[in-house]
């Protein structure tokens, strides 16, 4: 059974940061892309960050220098620390794991992330 656990999120205010962590069971975390989508209410869900099995990554350009993407294959574990946190940034964030050749994407169940004074 896969399983992605999301963790860190929280309530913060503005400036501040956050670390949210997915750790992963019943795949073979390092052949997986690992990716960081959030939603926003009454918007679609967006790609925040990505990471592929290989440690190439990606940005969304609302996120890029203050957001960093990160995985530890030994932990099966992918990070997402965010600085500078804007309410722009306050969502649910999900964890999501996809094989391309495989054809297999993952959910997790999400983690609410909140900036506000």
């Known amino acids: 059974q896969v399983q992605l656990v999301e963790s860190g999120g929280g309530l913060v205010q503005p400036g501040g940061s956050l670390r949210l962590s997915c750790a992963a069971s019943?795949?073979?975390?390092?052949?997986?892309?690992m990716g960081w989508y959030r939603q926003a209410p009454g918007k679609q869900r967006e790609l925040v960050a990505g990471i592929r099995s290989g440690g190439m990554v990606n940005y969304a350009d609302s996120v890029k220098g203050r957001f960093t993407i990160s995985r530890d294959n030994a932990k099966n574990t992918v990070y997402l620390q965010m600085n500078s946190l804007k309410p722009d940034d306050t969502a649910v964030y999900y964890c999501?794991?996809?094989?391309?050749?495989?054809?297999?994407?993952?959910w997790g169940q999400g983690t609410q992330v909140t900036v506000s004074s």
């Open positions: 019943g795949i073979i975390f390092r052949l997986y892309g």
């Open positions: 999501n794991a996809h094989h391309t050749t495989a054809g297999t994407d993952y």
